[in-house]
């Protein structure tokens, strides 16, 4: 069983697939659909994707070594089983799209203006795939070693903007009238919190049997601590009102902080550049791995080698050409949510049932 | 196959060193700027841009920046500099360029200086009396919109011509835009001024029912000082600030402010700083009427006394109270200004209102609530004795 | 006197070639005993006095036939002896240095080990220095070097198997470790891939070490090496494999991961906190020496608001005038630094002193003044070579020395996030590389806690478990402290 990751890289691997991409753009989302009392919204998202992780988690510990494509054969028969992997591939294909997209505009308008976006595309591609290409080990030692410099970093940063910042901005925490609003948000921020389902992909190796659950559901909720963080923070530096106008509050944030020092960078937005960038590498090389391996599990008899470079090709020609702007928003809000939850949630929860129903 | 990998990795990486590179800005191409100045006069927009220019050091002159301001002189004398004529300051350091609009004004200085502008390092934004008075949202909204532009950039605002603030030979400086930005920063550092920057004014200019202040600049003396305050609402310009009357405002607006205050007491003058040790505002909503408490603790110290008498504990009793009432009347001096000179919320009394009520704030009309809340001001000075020097 | 039959073939081969085998008969009841050895191998003197002389001796006093086992038993004097009957290896005993006696009448015949081969004694060090260890360090005689490491380690586990490789050079290969400390599997894979390797000849452990990698990248060193003899006794006591190549001076060892290479005798040996923060410096200034240049140019060519204002109106004013862009002054400042580093090394000691004066004027004082560089890239290119030099162990600075120059390129063309790029894939190829099974990376990633506190402190505290990722057999020294 070479193929395995220790309890302490899937920690990260969860930790930075949900936080890599939508970390920037998470605070504009809260606030527009929750106010100040976004925290709540999130508290509820955390609980509830708590909740589905389990169920994938159980049902990887019950089939030591194998993959969703691998078990869900046993349970439902190999026709289902296929369909289920296409389904799951077709899924990862549109969020690859998107994130690659979503990033390399990210890069463009922020940093590289005058850069063609082909260009930045491939870039971001080569990393990733050549990142897949070496294996789900060796991508768990790397988001290891990124992951705790990106952890302690941005938790520098956060705690430094709160005690720059103005706090009287991220007050009331709490209204009642409010509460409607509160539970009514939660269907804005489902994106962010979709990435649980890349376990699916990951077998559990003996190593993981005892805490692999416990780390999982670790992960999930301090993925959730940490956007509260996020929202609060930057929400102190802008202000409540100005801050639904940034698409990329996060940055914009950074961008107006300044620490007291005459050593230091003025703009700290350098920060964001070097580790932020790093967390996306991560984030994306997971989702393409993940790619890789349903599109395998489909075709088993073609060379893994030759579908890395042809799903790349095929992500560098929809993500520049094809996917214009409408498209993007059009997935993003109305597919991806429906979708993400059908894939995250109701698959996993069916196959558990059926499973402990049939005694497996 | 490995060789043949590695060679069309290679040509990538020798194309795209050669070609790529699309952002890459040579420094040396531009020209600083250090400081930005609006000006408007009769419709016409004028904006004053003081800048380094990289080429000092040209083979076979000094370094000593003397010749470039005596060269920038033209030979006039600086009482003439107090007219309205603009070009007298065009000189190697200040470009002054004009326009029917924001938009016009800011490109034709594209057409008039002979290197690109580097806008990354500005270090302050002056607006004249008259801009002010027309509205300076259309400026901040571009410097929002503006990448290089950094949002922590100061923002001030002169009552004296705008010229006088450019005029390096009379000012005797060599940057004017350091001097300002490092003269507020010492300011704010030693709790003396308020914080007043892009970023601050962007989230402020979205409450309408609310105002803010900035700092401002004047020419006195042929030197740049800072007088007071400048009151704005709507972002246009409705009232000025001493620094009389900006004391109470200090106070409430300024973390650990820094105060000072002169005391007579039996035939002596006690001369006493005090810092803000505990600022606390508590609101109340009830029956449609806004109430705000200020609760105010000073920690105050003796500096010194024109004549040396001695005090005991009566002495020190009478003068904290002398002080308290003192620092009262500060700041119910503002209030009522703020209340009833220009019935405009510029104290940011809001923020404390809407922490607590933040629904109902949404709802209300905050102005016709702020100039009939109530207030209730306690202060209480405790004299702290520093310096280890016992008055007894 | 009789002829001798049975070795005809032999003494015939030897009189005909040109290896100039010289040979010694003695003659008794009209039977010669012969003795074939090549003098320049050959201690002259003990062959004359511990094997001609009793022999000849004895052939004086006594007229009783003797045969092989009579005499290595109670004839000759000498310590090493062997005895063997095959007739194909007797011109192969001879070559590698032993003297051989025929003996008539006999199957068998003597080897006797006589060797004496010129060498250089044991001198200082030149490539791993030290403040306080010791200073004897390995030659190119493989049995003064198994000297130097038997005195410090007396246990009788520790396994030396000699091999020969090479099909004309015939090296002797020495693998040492302990028995019952080493990873048997570890063991078994280098002896495997040592016995693989089929060449005409090997004359340099690091021959030997190329032979020995991965298929894959060979970017980054898999095996370190070793000069000194303590040092090779304390990674032996870690649990590691040493190779001692006949002829080399330098040992190597494996496996070894990317901590080692900064590790420092001296950390052992002096106090534990000097240790620590020798180490960070010593990490630190090897993250510095290739980064530091790309993260420049990085910087002052697309991210330049991140700095001062003062900063930046002082580079502007340095770099005026210099018609180079930043980027290219880079690649070709540090194209002349990498001259200069390889100029250094083959110099002559005379010619040494006069190369710094001239580097240090030409580089320095002229090139500003004549406008061709900005001082700031000197100083940072400088800073780079200094930093490099901080590390203990040379190989790993040639991997890096190539691939700054990668980073710089990209960081060029993309700024910043050209350069986590790069640094990635750089990571990347680290953390997926191995050393006969060990992660190159560890104790980083995958982490463990005990092995990274080792790595990072050494101290008695730490010091009494051996390193998880080895999978000794024993892992626990033997370490009780009062």
Known sequence: MKSTVTNRQIFFIIFLTLTGYSLISIPKDAVKSAGTGAWITVLLLTIGFMFGMFFIVSLNKKFEGKVLSEYSSLIVGKIMSKVITSIYSVYFLIISVFLFRAVSEFIKYNYLHLTPLFVITALILFVSAYNSYKGITNIGRICEIYGIIYVLVFIFMYITMLFLGDTKYIQPFFEKNEIKQYIFGVKDLIVPFLGIEILTMIPFGNVNTKKGRLYSLLSVLFVGVFYIMTIESSIAIIGINSIVNYDNALLEAMRETTIPGTFIPERIDFIFATVGIMGIICCLSIVFNTLSENVTKLLPRTNKNTIIIIISFVILILSGYIVNKDILKFLLNNIVPIYGIVVAFIIPIKLYIIAKVRKL | MKIKFFIVVMLITAVISIVGGWDRINITDYTITTLVGIDKIDDEIKILLEYEPGHKEIPGSSTDNSDNISKSSNGEDSSSKNSNNYANINSDDILVSSGNSLIEALYSYQRRSSDDMYLGAVRSVIFSDNYAKSGIEEYINRIKGEIEYRKTVFVFTTNTKIQNMFDKQTLKTQNIGFDIEHMYKKLINSKLAIKSTVSQVLEDITIKDAGFLIGNFDVIDNKVEKNGYTIFKNAKKIGILSENESKGVNLLLINNCFSRYMIQHKSTDIFISSYTDKFKIKTDYTNGVVTFDINLNLDSDINYMSQMINLDDNDIKEIQKKISDNIEQDIIAAIQTSQTKYSCDYLNFYKYFRAKYGSVFKQINWEEKYISAKFNVNVNSKIVSTKLINYE | ?482
């Not at chain 3, 590698?96 to 250089?120: C, E, F, H, Q």
């Not at chain 3, 050079?169 to 891939?193: P, Q, Y």
């Not at chain 3, 000849?201 to 070490?209: A, H, K, N, R, Y």
């Open chain 3, 1 to 482: 006197m009789t002829e001798f039959i049975k070795y005809k073939n032999v003494l015939k081969n030897i009189e005909n070639s040109k290896l100039d085998i010289k040979k010694r008969e003695l003659i008794k009841n009209d039977k010669s005993i012969i003795i074939l050895y090549i003098s320049q191998m050959t201690d002259i003197n003990m062959l004359s006095e511990h094997i001609i002389k009793p022999i000849t001796e004895y052939n004086n006093m006594f007229k009783y036939e003797i045969d092989s086992d009579y005499i290595t038993k109670s004839i000759i004097m000498n310590c090493e002896y062997s005895l063997d009957n095959d007739e194909d290896k007797i011109i192969e005993y001879i070559l590698s240095g032993m003297t051989v006696i025929l003996i008539p009448d006999d199957n068998k015949y003597i080897i006797a080990n006589l060797k004496n081969i010129k060498n250089r004694g044991v001198d200082l060090p030149e490539l791993t220095f030290t403040l306080r260890g010791p200073r004897d360090c390995f030659n190119e005689n493989l049995d003064v070097n198994l000297s130097l490491v038997r005195y410090r380690i007396k246990d009788p586990n520790l396994n030396v198997n000699v091999l020969e490789v090479g099909r004309r050079t015939k090296t002797r290969v020495a693998i040492l470790h302990i028995g019952d400390i080493a990873n048997d599997e570890i063991v078994k894979e280098v002896t495997r891939r040592i016995t693989k390797i089929d060449v005409d000849g090997i004359v340099d452990s690091g021959e030997l070490q190329s032979l020995l990698l991965n298929k894959g990248t060979d970017l980054f060193p898999q095996m370190s090496i070793i000069e000194r003899s303590d040092m090779a006794a304390s990674t032996l006591l870690d649990g590691k494999v040493v190779i001692l190549v006949e002829g080399s001076a330098l040992a190597i060892c494996a496996p070894v991961v990317f901590s080692d290479f900064f590790r420092s005798c001296d950390d052992l040996l002096d106090n534990k906190y000097i240790a620590i923060v020798g180490k960070f410096i010593r990490m630190f200034a090897g993250l510095l020496s290739f980064t530091i240049t790309a993260l420049y140019v990085a910087i002052v060519d697309f991210h330049i608001d991140t700095m001062p204002a003062e900063f930046i109106i002082s580079i502007n004013n340095y770099n005026h005038g210099i018609p180079l862009s930043i980027f290219t002054s880079a690649l070709v400042v540090e194209l002349i630094i990498e001259m200069i580093r390889e100029a250094m090394i083959r110099v002559p000691k005379q010619i040494g002193a006069s190369i710094g004066v001239v580097g240090g004027i030409i580089i320095g004082q002229a090139a500003i003044s004549s406008k061709l560089f900005s001082p700031i890239i000197l100083v940072i290119v400088s800073i780079s070579l200094m930093s490099s030099f901080t590390i203990p162990d040379y190989t790993i600075t040639n991997a890096l020395r190539v691939l700054k120059f990668f980073l710089i390129i990209v960081s060029s063309c993309f700024g910043l996030i050209g350069f986590v790029i790069a640094f990635s894939i750089i990571v990347i190829n680290l953390v997926s590389n191995n050393s006969f099974g060990v992660p190159y990376f560890a104790p980083f990633a995958p982490f463990n806690y005990r092995d990274f506190k080792y790595t990072i402190i050494n101290g008695k505290d730490t010091s009494s478990f051996r390193k998880g990722y080895l999978k000794t057999k024993d892992p626990k020294r033997a370490n009780k402290m009062n």
